[in-house]
């Protein structure tokens, strides 16, 4: 029964997964304008893989982007306004909505204040929480571990077969 009422379509699975994602992929935007230069890849690697106090130095305008679009795409204030603009043009909620918010939930607990802490009530305050920094080791496995708990059982988790009409 809470299979047929929850079930969710595959553009919406796929939308869901994409916005999950987007915080941390369109911050790197910025960056991706240096990817033709002859450091580019390299520069981009070091950030992506940077550990706390080793991040690479930018070029102040991208600095600035990355930043801002760090702090936008992390923020609760941000999403409830993106959310309430969803709710007020079509009266539902956009369930692709909350793989933003799942992030967001994520991070800012995933975050220690010294490693790109989450400012979720971004642009009225940069405060975030002191969490639990993602890439401590033990934390990093058990992460990763549940990842891949999770992709096996959506993969095989048993499909809907078709519907069976009453005539």
Same mark, same amino acid.
């Given at each position: 029964? @809470?299979?047929? $009422?929850?079930?969710?379509?595959? $553009?919406? @699975?796929?939308?869901?997964? =994409?916005?999950?994602?987007?915080?941390?992929?369109?911050?790197?935007?910025?960056?991706?304008?240096?990817?033709?230069?002859?450091?580019?890849?390299?520069?981009?690697?070091?950030? *992506?893989?940077?550990?706390?106090?080793?991040?690479?130095?930018?070029?102040?305008?991208?600095?600035? *982007?990355?930043?801002?679009?760090?702090?936008?795409?992390?923020?609760?204030? =941000?999403? @409830? *306004?993106?959310?309430?603009? =969803?709710?007020?043009?079509?009266?539902?909620?956009?369930?692709?909505?909350?793989?933003?918010?799942?992030?967001?939930?994520?991070?800012?607990?995933?975050?220690?204040?010294?490693?790109?802490? =989450?400012?979720?009530?971004?642009?009225?305050?940069?405060?975030?929480?002191?969490?639990?920094?993602?890439?401590?080791?033990?934390?990093?496995? *058990?992460?990763?571990?549940?990842?891949?708990?999770?992709?096996?059982?959506?993969?095989?988790?048993?499909?809907?077969?078709? $519907?069976? $009409?009453?005539?």
């Amino acid at each position: 029964m @809470a299979r047929q $009422r929850w079930a969710i379509g595959r $553009r919406e @699975a796929i939308a869901t997964l =994409v916005l999950a994602t987007a915080p941390d992929v369109m911050q790197l935007a910025p960056l991706l304008g240096g990817i033709f230069t002859r450091d580019g890849v390299a520069l981009i690697a070091a950030y *992506a893989t940077a550990l706390p106090g080793l991040e690479p130095t930018l070029p102040p305008t991208v600095a600035f *982007a990355v930043h801002h679009l760090h702090c936008a795409l992390h923020s609760a204030v =941000v999403a @409830a *306004a993106v959310t309430l603009a =969803v709710w007020l043009t079509t009266r539902s909620i956009w369930i692709p909505l909350l793989g933003w918010w799942s992030h967001i939930v994520i991070d800012a607990f995933t975050h220690s204040r010294d490693f790109y802490p =989450v400012p979720v009530f971004y642009p009225f305050s940069d405060w975030g929480f002191d969490g639990l920094a993602w890439n401590t080791p033990w934390f990093l496995v *058990a992460n990763y571990a549940a990842i891949c708990v999770v992709a096996a059982l959506v993969v095989v988790a048993p499909r809907p077969g078709p $519907r069976s $009409r009453a005539s």
